[in-house]
């Protein structure tokens, strides 16, 4: 996966390009800073214990370089999952570049590819530690025009998350994925 993202990148930003150079009623200029917020589920999938389902939350700022193009930060909370042997509790921040396409005048359509910076603080059979690292994710979504400013959307994200368990053994990497559905809202300024 690690090599698909500047692939998935690249072809939002030429997606948003091409989308701004055919668009001949979209000339006023959008950009400007939003902020807003998504809950939803979030699924954890790995080869060890820490499969599980969880609620996930995340709180996001963004700046709109056009109507098509946007730089987003969010943080992100996924909360704790896994079973009695292993569990972990997952927090990060996340940089993304994301590509809209204006469908009509009330729905867009958007994919985002970027890094997620994570702590997890985990307890693998009563052994406690921390772990930091960095994951690339992607996703895509849809976004609900309520007013001019307030957008509702819903959006599906796929995280590449490992863990690093040094002080469990010398070998102790879990390769997990977090699958994130969620709802949310947005309002641009």
Known sequence: MNKFIPIIAGSIALVSFSA?????????????????????????????????????????????????????????????YGGSAANA????????LKGTIPITQTVELFAKAGQLWHNTDYNIASIKGSSDDRSLFAGAGVNFKVTEN????????????????????????????????????????
């Open 20 to 80: 701004a150079a055919k668009a001949e009623n979209m000339t006023e200029n959008n950009s400007g800073f939003y902020v807003g917020g998504n809950y939803g589920y979030l699924k954890v999938e790995s080869d060890d214990d820490f499969d599980d389902n969880n609620d996930v939350v995340q709180g996001i700022v963004g700046y709109r370089l056009n109507s098509f193009l946007a730089l987003e930060g969010s943080y992100i909370d996924f909360g704790k």
């Open 150 to 189: 307030l957008l509702l959307n819903a959006q599906y994200t796929w995280y590449d998350v490992d863990l690093n368990a040094d002080n469990v053994n010398s070998d102790s990497s879990f390769d997990t994925d977090f699958k994130q559905a969620s709802v949310g809202a947005e309002y641009r300024f």
């Open 89 to 96: 509790e997952t927090t990060g921040y996340t940089a993304a």
